[in-house]
Nanobody, 110 residues
Framework: VQLVESGGGLVQPGGSLRLSCAAS????????VGWYRQVPGKQRESVAI???????DYIESVKGRFTISRDNAKNTVYLQMNSLKPEDTAVYYC?????WGQGTLVTVSS
């Protein structure tokens, strides 16, 4: 499985971004997929996960602001991020099993 993230960038506080994680391979559609983020000097943390059946879970700090979804026909998982805060600044990674993407940088700053 190869995972490729996209959609990161610079956004002002209160703004929105949508991250995409495109995958190769049939394993992806039957697996739980997660979005993680990491700030330099800190541990990588799980932000949101979605199961193959569409059940989702989020860390407390993003509940009500972030939405994870998947389109199995396109082998893609999304992370819609609204009401972004400076503390959301990080490199965001997509994970499926033991596979990781290369990461996409999200910077929230005025």
């Amino acid at each position: 499985v190869q995972l490729v993230e996209s959609g990161g960038g610079l956004v002002q506080p209160g703004g929105s971004l949508r991250l995409s994680c495109a995958a190769s391979g049939s394993y992806f559609g039957s697996s739980t997929v997660g979005w993680y983020r990491q700030v330099p000097g800190k541990q990588r943390e799980s932000v949101a996960i979605i199961t193959s059946g569409g059940m989702t879970d989020y860390i407390e700090s993003v509940k009500g602001r972030f939405t994870i979804s998947r389109d199995n026909a396109k082998n893609t998982v999304y992370l819609q991020m609204n009401s972004l805060k400076p503390e959301d600044t990080a490199v965001y990674y997509c994970n499926c099993g033991h596979w990781w993407g290369q990461g996409t940088l999200v910077t929230v700053s005025s």
